[in-house]
């Protein structure tokens, strides 16, 4: 359970081979979630609960894959509300929970996600645009073709932020694509910041203020 938690968190930083995902860690199970699903909810929570970490993220995934997205008991509320606490308390901010497992935690929990530190009132802190700048802000990644965030002005008044990233999976000419709109710079930066949630490879120094929430932990 902790490895398919790890996989469904981070398919790709996780390392572990996709190709194993269903064939071992998930087909296995089918059967007797299928047969028994209230049974099998249960001697999954006795078996995840005192591993914690990953391994309820996992337990709570199996559940809704294996039983169904409508599926509910009170074994699987309980390790789906145990996994989603692990993920909070280590910092992972809400763009990375599905809307499914959001909505969840609103039923069980009347209280916001995360707090993030109020964002800057100073407009001044932002340095005008010149005429035609095109202002890099951000790198998604350290990797060669990453995604690279730029502000500029936009041709129907106020300012957007574009992103220059390759053209497609097969083609890697890089282009600038539309992302955010804005009337004023500040605004704008709010925005961004808002969509980030957490610092990402690179930031402009007068953008990292605007990051409401700090790395998460995992």
């Given at each position: 359970?902790?490895?398919?938690?790890?996989?469904?968190?981070d398919?790709?930083?996780?390392?572990?081979?996709?190709?194993?995902?269903?064939?071992?860690?998930?087909?296995?199970?089918?059967?007797?979630?299928?047969?028994?699903?209230?049974?099998?909810?249960?001697?999954?929570?006795?078996?995840?609960?005192?591993?914690?970490?990953?391994?309820?993220?996992?337990?709570?995934?199996?559940?809704?894959?294996?039983?169904?997205?409508?599926?509910?008991?009170?074994?699987?509320?309980?390790?789906?509300?145990?996994?989603?606490?692990?993920?909070?308390?280590?910092?992972?901010?809400?763009?990375?929970?599905?809307?499914?497992?959001?909505?969840?935690?609103?039923?069980?929990?009347?209280?916001?996600?995360?707090?993030?530190?109020?964002?800057p009132?100073?407009?001044?802190?932002?340095?005008?645009?010149?005429?035609?700048?095109?202002?890099?802000?951000?790198?998604?990644?350290?990797?060669?073709?990453?995604?690279v965030?730029?502000?500029?002005?936009?041709?129907?008044?106020?300012?957007?932020?574009?992103?220059?990233?390759?053209?497609?999976?097969?083609?890697?000419?890089?282009?600038?694509?539309?992302?955010?709109?804005?009337?004023?710079l500040?605004?704008?930066?709010?925005?961004?910041?808002?969509?980030?949630?957490?610092?990402?490879?690179?930031?402009?120094?007068?953008?990292?203020?605007?990051?409401?929430l700090?790395?998460?932990?995992?």
């Open positions: 359970m902790e490895e398919f938690g790890r996989f469904e968190f398919p790709t930083g996780s390392t572990i081979d996709a190709s194993r995902v269903w064939s071992e860690l998930q087909a296995p199970l089918l059967d007797f979630a299928r047969y028994d699903p209230e049974e099998f909810a249960a001697e999954l929570a006795d078996s995840v609960s005192p591993v914690g970490g990953f391994a309820l993220f996992g337990a709570a995934r199996t559940n809704w894959n294996l039983v169904g997205s409508d599926f509910r008991s009170p074994a699987y509320d309980s390790v789906r509300t145990a996994a989603l606490e692990f993920l909070r308390s280590n910092g992972v901010p809400a763009g990375r929970i599905s809307a499914h497992d959001m909505n969840f935690w609103r039923e069980q929990r009347n209280e916001p996600w995360l707090v993030g530190r109020p964002r009132t100073d407009a001044n802190r932002i340095t005008p645009l010149a005429p035609d700048e095109t202002r890099p802000v951000a790198r998604i990644t350290a990797e060669a073709d990453a995604n965030v730029y502000v500029e002005t936009s041709p129907d008044g106020g300012y957007r932020a574009v992103v220059e990233a390759p053209y497609s999976e097969t083609d890697p000419t890089r282009v600038h694509r539309g992302w955010l709109g804005a009337g004023t500040h605004e704008l930066y709010t925005r961004i910041g808002e969509a980030f949630q957490v610092p990402v490879h690179w930031m402009a120094d007068e953008l990292e203020p605007f990051i409401p700090p790395p998460s932990r995992l």
